[in-house]
């Protein structure tokens, strides 16, 4: 059964503080997301990785960096947490496509991160 | 720009009852169109994912439809019960890896 974990579902931080969330994926997927969800707004694209040390931008990158030093592992960083980044954190997994086509995205749980 | 674009926002129906929820999209190039369940507090998780050559695609009481021609989907939910509450998103990708549009996703709550 393929899986993807978080590594917290609730998390709270303080302004300023410096904030991990870790993503492990079990099925050898290449690609890696994260992502954000707010109501009313949907999920949007924060980073993705489509390979070990690779990394690209999403939609919203500001205030974020990512590490991807494991192909099984992904992390999204807050290097100084502010109020306006409390949210639910979604990370997905995909095998890279071949053809361009079935790109199922497997998702985490996902955390609630809470910045007071 | 690529959209998504999903109605109703909400939906209320009774326990029993049969319901369609609507995705209208604008990306292109198309890949493929994913319907998602998402419960409360958690993640997505896969109902139906179609390529452009699919127009029909069921899974149990869910059967997705596609129009790639009028770039229209829907999620149809037969004898609903009270476990589909829950927000229902519509994806929709191109042949980039990275780059899938979402909807923001129909509310249902099916009441007893």
């Known amino acids: ?116 | 720009k690529n959209q998504v674009e999903q109605s109703p926002q909400s939906l209320i129906i009774l326990e029993g009852k049969n319901c369609t929820l609507q995705c209208n999209y604008t990306v292109s190039p198309f890949s493929n169109l994913r319907w998602y369940k998402q419960d409360t507090g958690r993640g997505p998780v896969s109902l139906t994912i179609m390529t452009f050559s699919e127009n029909t695609k069921s899974n149990g009481r869910y059967t997705a439809t596609l129009d790639a021609d009028t770039k229209q989907s829907s999620l149809h939910i037969t004898a609903s019960q009270l476990s589909d509450s829950a927000s229902y998103i519509c994806v929709v990708s191109g042949h980039n890896a990275g780059k899938s549009t979402f909807g923001d996703g129909t509310t249902l709550t099916v009441k007893p």
């Open chain 1, 1 to 116: 059964d393929v899986k993807v974990t978080q590594s917290s579902r609730y998390l709270v931080k303080r302004t300023g503080e410096k904030v991990f969330l870790e993503c492990v994926q079990d099925m050898d997927h290449e690609n890696m997301f994260w992502y954000r969800q707010d109501p009313g707004l949907g999920l949007r694209l924060i980073y993705f990785s489509y390979d070990v040390k690779m990394k690209e931008k999403g939609d919203i990158p500001e205030g974020y960096s990512v590490s991807r030093e494991k192909k099984e592992r992904f992390s999204l960083i807050l290097e100084s947490a502010s109020t306006n980044q409390t949210s639910m954190y979604l990370c997905a997994s995909t095998l890279r496509q071949a053809g361009g086509f079935y790109n199922e995205q497997f998702f985490g749980p996902g955390t609630r991160l809470t910045v007071l």
